[in-house]
């Protein structure tokens, strides 16, 4: 998954037509709907997805994703599946890809603030990539992250704060439901890589400004973060590129710096996604 998701991040701007997401609010909470249609992957498909933040407490799942894919020749509809485990997978493999090229090769320390699913995809995928030797969790309950700590292992401790779990950090994941900035500048070690997932609406933040403004910023879609990143839009940092343009060559990657990676998530990475599912199925 990480290394397919490396050749779309270096496709994207080349030869798909995808939109940002398209936000519907139902009361307090969101509808996404996520188009695209890749040319070079020929696969034509669209996520629905329900963010219900407060369904954490109901004990519901806090997405719902369904994946429609489409033959590209003729509309009609060749899938319907699942997209709640596709959307943890592939956010983790994006952030993955970010992390390889940005984060020092020797971090050795992950901080995970947030303990649900995409905590525990962004440790499964980045564990492919590191040998942490320390992996420390903050989340709202000390008992959900004592209970992603020991499902974790030794390596792993529960914090009771966030400053505790990422001040000796090398990289460091924010996985919230926060509004508001629960990472602080004052406390991220120089030359640390953040990986910035939550937060993906434009008046939501999870990462302070001045951290965004005095890291080296990177995003998976310049469009999606000037249209759906409070982080972004409302601390007023720079851009530098798309994690697509490093892997390609065409920007550096300031892997001795302190390093941010903005993702909201781009519709193509569920659409590839979906299409390697229907691969897996026609050859079982
Ligand atoms: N960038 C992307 O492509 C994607 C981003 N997301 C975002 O990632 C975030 C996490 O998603 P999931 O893990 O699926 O949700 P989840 O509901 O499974 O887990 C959220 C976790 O964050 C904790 N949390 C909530 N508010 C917090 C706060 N203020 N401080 C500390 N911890 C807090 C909760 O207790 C829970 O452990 C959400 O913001 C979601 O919208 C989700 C899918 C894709
Ligand atoms: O890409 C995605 O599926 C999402 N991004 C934020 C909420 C869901």
């Given at each position: 998954?990480?290394?397919y ?31 695209c ?17 407060t369904?954490?407490?109901k ?8 994946l429609?894919?489409f033959?590209?020749e ?9 997209g ?19 984060a ?7 901080a ?29 309950t000390?008992?959900?992250a004592?209970k992603?700590s ?6 792993a ?43 993906c ?32 839009i ?14 390609n ?23 590839v ?12």
């Amino acid at each position: 998954m990480i290394s397919y998701i490396y050749m779309i991040l270096i496709y994207h701007n080349d030869c798909i037509k995808y939109l940002t997401t398209v936000a519907i609010k139902i009361n307090l909470w969101f509808l996404g709907v996520m188009p695209c249609f890749s040319a070079h992957e020929h696969v034509l498909a669209t996520k629905l997805v329900a963010f219900y933040p407060t369904n954490y407490d109901k004990g519901l799942p806090t997405h719902m994703a369904t994946l429609m894919v489409f033959d590209p020749e003729n509309g009609s509809l060749k899938a319907i599946m699942d997209g709640e485990v596709i959307t943890n997978l592939r956010t983790a493999a994006a952030s993955a890809v970010a992390t390889k090229y940005l984060a020092n090769p020797k971090s050795q320390v992950l901080a995970i603030i947030g303990a649900g699913h995409q905590a525990r995809s962004h440790h499964q995928a980045l564990s492919t990539l590191f040998n942490f030797t320390e992996v420390n969790i903050y989340s709202r309950t000390l008992e959900s992250a004592e209970k992603l700590s020991q499902e974790i292992g030794s390596t792993a401790k529960a914090c009771s704060s966030v400053e505790e779990a990422v001040k000796r950090a090398d990289i460091i994941v924010t996985v919230t439901f926060s509004k508001v900035p629960v990472l602080f500048a004052k406390w991220v070690k120089p030359g640390a890589h953040v990986n910035a997932v939550g937060a993906c609406r434009p008046d939501w933040q999870e990462i302070d400004p001045d951290l965004m403004r005095g890291s080296v910023l990177y995003v998976d879609s310049r469009e999606g973060a000037m249209k759906e990143s409070g982080d972004v839009i409302l601390s007023k940092a720079e851009v530098y590129a798309e994690v697509g343009e490093v892997v390609n060559g065409t920007k550096e990657a300031f892997c001795e710096k302190t390093t941010v990676f903005k993702s909201l998530g781009m519709a193509v990475e569920d659409a590839v996604s979906a299409n390697l599912v229907l691969a897996k199925l026609r050859t079982t």
